[in-house]
């Protein structure tokens, strides 16, 4: 799996978009990006996908850059329930094993 | 909706003790998996499995060993916990690839934090 980079922290007003960062210069052409989230003290929650096209669900957006090496993740008006540490992981494991790597802490202050 | 059990979530156990954690999924998944998470070194795979009765190694299965016997619970047991096991301990699931597009989607519990005295 390649390797992701993402900052280590961000702040966030309410109501507004945050956008975070990934970075992954050595995904190869069939690795998807895989997006999770973790609120303090709970388990991991999936957030969104994405192989090439940008993709949108309920929860946020993913924009994958054209040449794949980086995205960003996009929550389009942060409440204070996202405060929490959002994971980027590049993986095409054949046993779909995931690598979390460190993430980057999100606080959405008021 | 996915739902992981964990059985408990918090557990208080003596270093010596023989200790299970058992994890049980409700959407008929293949797979099955168990991680720890501890400050500064994030969440890493214990063990795996893919089916009942198969389990595979993670990164960190010493100490450890793991039950599968019905597609629907997975166990991990401490044979002979240590203090180096105060952890969180998170079990988490998904389709087999085969099955999943894409595969790599794991519903997580909500987690058992096992403190050994």
Redesign the interface.
């Known amino acids: 799996d390649a390797k992701t980079t993402q900052p280590p922290s961000m702040d966030c007003a309410e109501g507004r978009a945050a956008n975070l960062p990934c970075n992954h210069s050595t995904i190869s052409g069939n690795e998807y990006v895989y997006w999770y989230r973790q609120i303090h003290s709970q388990g991991p929650q999936y957030i969104i996908h994405g192989l090439k096209n940008n993709e949108t669900n309920e929860m946020a957006s993913l924009i994958i850059t054209e040449d794949r090496k980086s995205s960003t993740l996009i929550l389009p008006h942060a409440t204070l329930r996202d405060t929490a540490v959002y994971y980027c992981i590049a993986s095409t494991d054949s046993w779909g094993k995931l690598q979390f790597g460190a993430g980057t802490q999100v606080v959405v202050t008021p | 909706d996915v739902k992981?059990t964990q059985s408990s979530r918090y557990l208080v156990k003596r270093t010596g003790e023989k200790v299970f954690l058992e994890c049980v999924q409700d959407m008929d998944h293949e797979?099955m998996?168990w991680?720890r998470q501890d400050p500064g070194l994030?969440?890493r795979?214990i063990y795996?499995s893919?089916d009942v009765k198969m389990k595979?190694k993670?990164d960190i299965p010493e100490g450890y060993s793991v039950s599968r016997e019905k597609k629907e619970r997975f166990s991990l047991i401490l044979e002979s916990a240590s203090t180096n096991q105060t952890s969180m301990y998170?079990c988490?699931s998904?389709?087999?690839?085969d099955r999943?597009l894409?595969?790599?989607?794991?519903?997580?519990?909500?987690?058992t934090r096992l403190s050994v005295l």
């Open positions: 992981v797979n998996f991680y994030g969440l795979l795996f893919y595979e993670g998170l988490a998904s389709l087999y690839p999943a894409p595969k790599n989607i794991q519903y997580f519990g909500a987690g």
